[in-house]
C-alpha cells in the first residue's frame, strides 16, 4: 500500500456551538485553503492517537483573523464529538498545495533547520514574531537555543514534505 505524504495545515482548537462545528487555526494562508476547500467537499487528515485520520470537510467560515476558521466536518455533529478532536493537527495531502502557498511563522515549528554549507545547526522550537522582523528559536544539539532572522534574502530553500529549512546564517550569530 502507498503511504500518503501529508503536511501540517493548522490545528483544531475547541468546538463551536452544537452542531459539531471546530476551530481551527491554519498555519497556511487563507487563500490557499478556501481554494482547496471552497465549493466541494474535499478530506483533510486529523492525527489522532498518533495516526491520521481522514476527514471531509463541507463547510468552513473565518472567524476574526483569516488564519483562525471554524470547520464543519460530515463526520462530527454535535458539540461532544467535536470535542473529541480538539488541539489536533490538522494535515493535508502534499501533493494538494502549489509551490505558491504561503505559511505562517508558526508551521515551521519543528522544522530542522541547516546552514548554507547544509549543516544541520538545529530545530525550530518557537517563532518570535512580535515585531516586524521575525525570528526562529532554535534549540541547537547541545541544548542551547540561539534567534535567527528569518527575512526571503536570507531563506534558501523551504521542503515543507521533509520538514526542513536552509538558511543564510549571517556571520557571528552561531
Do not use: W
Amino acid at each position: 500500500m502507498e503511504s500518503i505524504n501529508l503536511i501540517p495545515i493548522g490545528k483544531t482548537g475547541k468546538a463551536h456551538g452544537i452542531e459539531g462545528e471546530i476551530n481551527a487555526f491554519l498555519t497556511i494562508d487563507y487563500q490557499t485553503f478556501s481554494n482547496l476547500f471552497s465549493g466541494k467537499a474535499q478530506f483533510c487528515f486529523i492525527k489522532l492517537n498518533a495516526l491520521p485520520v481522514p476527514f471531509c470537510i463541507i463547510g468552513f467560515r473565518t472567524k476574526g483573523e483569516q488564519n483562525n476558521v471554524l470547520l464543519k466536518f460530515k463526520q462530527i455533529h454535535s458539540r461532544q464529538e467535536a470535542e473529541k478532536i480538539q488541539n489536533s493537527e490538522l494535515l493535508l495531502e502534499a501533493n494538494l498545495l502549489t509551490d505558491d502557498v504561503e505559511f505562517t511563522a508558526s508551521h515551521f515549528i519543528g522544522f530542522d533547520v541547516y546552514d548554507q554549507g547544509e549543516t544541520f545547526i538545529g530545530k525550530v522550537v518557537a517563532v518570535d514574531d512580535a515585531t516586524i522582523n521575525i525570528l526562529f528559536e532554535v534549540e541547537r544539539t547541545n541544548g542551547s537555543t540561539i534567534l535567527l532572522p528569518v527575512v526571503d534574502e536570507l531563506v534558501r530553500y523551504i521542503e515543507p514534505a521533509e520538514r526542513k529549512i536552509g538558511l543564510i546564517i549571517p556571520e557571528g550569530l552561531l
